[in-house]
């Protein structure tokens, strides 16, 4: 065995399903074995960026190892962006790069490629993962590897492993995986404790839950959990999409003066608010009617369990979960919230569209046709999303990074084989809307709903002054075709009604409905969004 193939079965081993890449000429060598080996299918796409974004989304709509592989320096440099989101999103990516040959610095020359110095990619990695090493020493490489995978899965955050191009064919021993952490139990069953006390003393408790619940896979457990407990639950902003198809009295996404109004009360009015794998970041708590004291809520985040002014350090989120599980008895009695009404029933005649219309479209053609999982890019095309009936969801909620959501739809449907609805404004679509010319390959079609009002429509909304948010109209369904699939521009409700049952009946190919959206027509979500950030900021 060589060493990249002892690489490949341990990152198949640790929950990886496939690679996403751009090769380059410090890449090549491990490319081919990669190609050859059959250990994990290769999915090359356009532009780095692309690759690590959609590398992302198979890791978030799965819950194991996203894996990105590129070139040295042009290559790994380009993906910085898509890689501090994961970091930022606590997505499990794990960076594969290519690097120079142990021996190519001993010539006196620059190499091609390099910025700084040789470790300068090295360096700049180290900032936006939480484990790196290079593989430079074939007996040791097992072990390094087991540590930097062990440790993606254990924070799930990225990693970043480098393959000098001299050793990828090296012969190299097979990865042990490292055991799980210890966990301390007596600590565990007293945080446990005290969890359940705090609950019982409120007099109105609520759960909310967040990413890490998903990247641990734990959302059928904590549905369970729920139902025991007998608590409502709510999804942070971030956290949407979560327990979408779990049997949990979810109630909605708490967005603050931006979300339901009942959804409101409940988090900020909570004496007992259990936050259970969430980010405490200003997405999802910067629009709060009123302010929530943190120090009174429960939050169990990042191995590490605070209640009011204590905390439990070492705590994994599952053992948790698993702990609470075990101590709390089922329910005597189900425990149900009525179930919030997502707008339905577009009437398709021939009044514009608005964002309000697109969400209805879509919760008709989701209640005929079965549920898509969707992948959403930031704007309003995420703000839309929450009209949209409860879905698999991947978006970039926090650090709200434009070009994420067509690259990481292809990836959702690599990752799962289901037809993705990926959501992008046409801002975005110009960064990374492009990828879609790699569907036909590989017999991707995804539907996308691209909303056009040739802007940034949401820096509009803070700046409106600025007449650099102009985009003007690029022609984008037109374009469809030379990338081998379906486009049509609609404007009307109508029209939208007629392209989305055309879409969803044509496989094969992708389908890209571009959508005429009049400028300054926002969805009501964002109108409240912006309004309550401004107000913060005044």
């Known amino acids: 065995m060589n060493l990249t193939e002892s690489l490949l079965l341990a990152l198949k081993a640790h929950g990886a399903r496939q690679i996403f890449g751009i090769p380059g000429d410090f890449a090549l060598p491990f490319f081919k074995i990669i190609e050859e080996s059959q250990i994990l299918p290769l999915y090359t796409l356009s532009h780095e960026p692309g690759v690590g974004f959609a590398a992302d989304a198979a890791a978030r709509i799965l819950g ?38 142990k021996n190519e610095s001993r010539a006196g020359l620059l190499l091609h490629h390099q910025a700084k110095t040789l470790d300068s990619q090295f360096q700049i990695f180290r900032e936006i993962t939480c484990d790196q090493v290079r593989l430079d020493d074939a007996e040791r490489a097992p072990s390094d590897i087991a540590r930097v995978l062990a440790n993606c899965r254990r924070y799930s955050r990225p990693v970043y492993i480098e393959l000098p191009r001299d050793m990828v064919a090296q012969a190299c021993a097979s990865v042990v995986a490292m055991p799980a952490a210890a ?12 969890i359940r006390a705090r609950l019982q003393r409120a007099s109105r408790p609520a759960l909310m839950v967040g990413v890490e619940v998903r990247r641990f896979g734990l959302e059928a457990r904590v549905a369970e959990l729920a139902r025991r407990l007998e608590l409502p639950v ?24 931006a979300g339901l ?22 997405t999802n708590f910067g629009v709060s009617a009123s302010k929530i004291d943190l120090r009174k809520t429960i939050q169990a985040l990042d191995e590490q369990v605070t209640i009011g002014y204590h905390s439990y350090a070492q705590i994994p989120l599952t053992a948790l979960v698993d702990r609470l599980l075990d101590r709390v008895p089922a329910a005597s009695r189900s425990y149900s919230l009525a179930a919030h009404s997502f ?8 009044a514009p569209l608005t964002p309000t219309d697109i969400a209805a479209a ?12 969707i992948a959403s890019d930031i704007g309003d095309c995420l703000f839309t999303a929450m009209d949209i009936e409860h879905t698999a969801l991947v978006a970039p909620g926090y650090y709200a990074t434009m070009g994420f959501g067509v690259p990481a739809g292809l990836g959702l449907q690599a990752a799962t084989g289901q037809r993705p609805l990926i959501l992008v404004g046409d801002g975005a679509f110009q960064m990374t809307g492009w990828e879609l010319g790699n569907c036909q390959r590989y017999g991707w079609d995804p539907i996308v709903l691209l909303f056009n009002n040739a802007s940034w429509e949401m820096l509009r909304t803070f700046q409106p002054e600025s007449r650099f ?23 009307s409700r109508a029209a939208l009604k ?18 005429s959206i009049p400028r300054g027509v926002l969805s009501a979500t964002l109108t409240r969004f912006v309004a309550g950030v401004k107000k913060l900021n005044a």
Request: aromatic share 6%; proline share 4%; glycine share 14%.
């Open 343 to 350: 707008p339905c029933k577009m009437l398709a005649d021939q």
């Open 234 to 257: 709510v999804t942070s902003f971030m956290g949407r999409g979560l327990l979408a198809d779990a049997d949990a009295p979810l109630l909605g996404t708490y967005m603050g003066v």
């Open 183 to 194: 966990v301390d139990d007596e600590a565990l069953d007293a945080c446990v404790e005290e």
């Open 498 to 515: 007629a392209a989305l049952d055309k879409a969803v009946a044509t496989r094969g190919r992708f389908q890209l409905i571009e959508l």
């Open 469 to 491: 948010n102009d985009l003007g109209h690029w022609g984008f369904a037109e374009m469809a075709a030379g990338l081998g699939g379906d486009g049509q521009r609609v404007g």
């Open 362 to 373: 879509v919760n008709d053609l989701m209640a005929e046709h079965g549920k898509l999982p």
């Open 64 to 101: 194991g190892l996203g894996v990105a592989a590129v070139t040295y320096g042009a290559g790994a440099l380009n993906m910085v962006n898509p890689v501090a989101a994961a970091y930022a999103e606590k997505s499990p990516l794990v960076v594969l790069s290519g690097g120079p040959g």
């Open 261 to 282: 109004p009942e959804v409101t009360e409940l988090v900020e009015t909570s004496d007992g608010l259990f936050l259970l794998g969430v980010i405490v970041c200003d």
